[in-house]
Structure formats: structure tokens, C-alpha cells
């Protein structure tokens, strides 16, 4: 199963300086490997092309500074290390001949972007399979790392569900939770008795697990549950519409 994590950042106009965004990603990508070693050796791609690929760790600051500054001034003329940088990195290297099958499930993507585009700013974490947690306790792994996220910078929503949920979610125009969400700046602990778990973060908000099996999107049960944990946030006005 395919699950993503999204944090969205409030737009910033300014944009961030390079050095700022690559704290930022080096600050996540470090509290990510604290919860399993599927997701703890951080590859920053130098090149990949068809018949070569280069790759070094994530903490190799002047290497990772460089490739990010040259790419991005290389769709932009005009950047001079302010805004519009994104960065990206692999739970593994993958060689040119690909991943062999034992490791698929567990290639994991980590991706930053500063918030001066259109889109705001987001951070991004596709993950498959974890190496050091039995799948039933999925949810408090997850969990776990969704608490770190948090306290590194602070979101005006965050999600956890799997890849594709957003198409059953209960509004076409807002933002969903699938699996897991973090509410900002508000304490709703004790006001969700149907969910598997509502717990306050003080100064942060309220995170959210719908169900402590892992999220199916073809079962029906987690579904509902999904959409019932949406329908409540949108009425109290605490599910924002997407992209605003």
C-alpha cells in the first residue's frame, strides 16, 4: 500500500533563502529516519539520466546546495537564491537498471517545496512499506512521525492517507484526511468519540487516526469513517478548501 504524508505551508510571496528551504528538508528528512530504517538512509539525486546516476546523502550540504541552486536557475534565469527551490530525496539510490523487487517496498520519496509559487509551500513523504513495525502497529508509527513533523514547522493542514484517497474523500473542494489528520490550533480530544484516536498537541493542535488498522481504500468501513471525521471537521469550519 502507497501512503503519502502532506504538510501544507502558508503562501509566502518572499520566498524562503535556499539555505533556509535545505534546513528545513534536512530537519524533516532526520526526524523521518527516527521511526524506521526503511526510511532512514536519505539520498539526494545529483543526476539521473538514462545511462548514469549519481547520488549523494542528504547531509552533504555543499554537494545538495549546488545541484539544487544550478537546477533551479536552470528553469529560471532570473533566480538568484530566494524562493521557487524545491527539494527532493530517496529513502535508497536507485540504479540505472532499477530497484530489484525486494526493495520496492521500500522506496520512500521526500519532497519540499518553498511557498513563493502559486501553490504555497508543502512538504510531501510517499512511503510504502516500513521494515521495523508489524503492519497492525502501522498507525502509532506513523502516528509518531506525524507528531515530529509537526513541531518542525508549522502547517495549516496536514494529512496522512494513501495515494488516491482524495477521489472518495467526502468534499470534491476541501481538503480530506483518509487516515490521519492534524487539526491546527485546536483542542478536539474529547469531542470525537467514532474516531480510534483524537490527541491534543499542545501549541500545535489536535491529531487525528480514523482507524488503527491500516487505511484501505477498498474497504468500506474506512471510508466511512474518513468521511464521517470530514463531514465533522467541515462543520465547525475546520476542514479548508484545497489549494487556498
Given at each position: ?53 549519481i ?21 529560471n534565469?532570473?533566480?538568484k537564491?530566494?524562493g ?42 510517499n ?42 474523500a ?65 462543520d ?9
Open positions: 500500500m502507497k501512503y503519502s504524508l502532506r504538510m501544507i505551508f502558508p503562501k509566502n510571496k518572499e520566498g524562503l533563502e535556499i539555505e533556509e528551504v535545505y534546513s528545513l528538508f534536512l530537519k524533516a528528512t532526520e526526524k523521518i529516519s527516527e521511526v524506521d530504517t526503511a526510511l532512514s538512509d536519505w539520498q539526494y539525486p545529483l543526476i539521473t539520466e538514462k545511462d548514469k546516476a547520488y549523494c546523502p542528504v547531509t552533504d550540504k555543499n554537494k545538495v546546495l549546488k545541484s539544487a541552486y544550478h537546477e533551479t536557475h536552470k528553469n534565469e532570473s533566480y537564491g530566494k521557487l527551490v524545491n527539494f527532493t530525496a530517496w529513502s535508497m539510490p536507485v540504479p540505472i537498471q532499477g530497484l530489484k523487487e525486494s526493495e520496492k517496498p521500500f522506496f520512500a520519496k521526500a519532497r519540499l517545496l518553498d511557498g513563493s509559487s502559486g501553490l504555497g509551500g508543502y512538504f510531501v513523504l512511503a510504502n512499506s516500513l521494515k521495523d513495525t508489524k503492519s497492525e502497529d502501522y498507525w502509532s508509527t506513523y502516528s509518531t512521525l506525524f507528531k515530529k513533523m509537526a513541531r518542525i514547522k508549522k502547517a495549516s493542514w496536514s494529512n496522512f492517507s494513501t495515494k488516491g484517497y482524495h477521489r472518495k467526502a468534499f470534491p473542494h476541501r481538503e480530506w484526511v483518509g487516515w490521519m489528520a492534524l487539526v491546527p490550533d485546536v483542542d478536539l480530544s474529547n469531542e470525537m468519540p467514532f474516531v480510534a484516536l483524537a490527541e491534543y498537541l499542545p501549541d500545535i493542535g489536535t491529531l487525528i487516526v480514523t482507524t488503527k488498522e491500516p487505511f484501505d481504500p477498498e474497504n468500506e468501513e474506512h471510508i466511512k469513517q474518513a468521511r464521517a471525521t470530514e463531514v465533522f471537521l467541515a465547525r469550519g475546520l476542514l479548508p478548501e484545497r489549494g487556498v
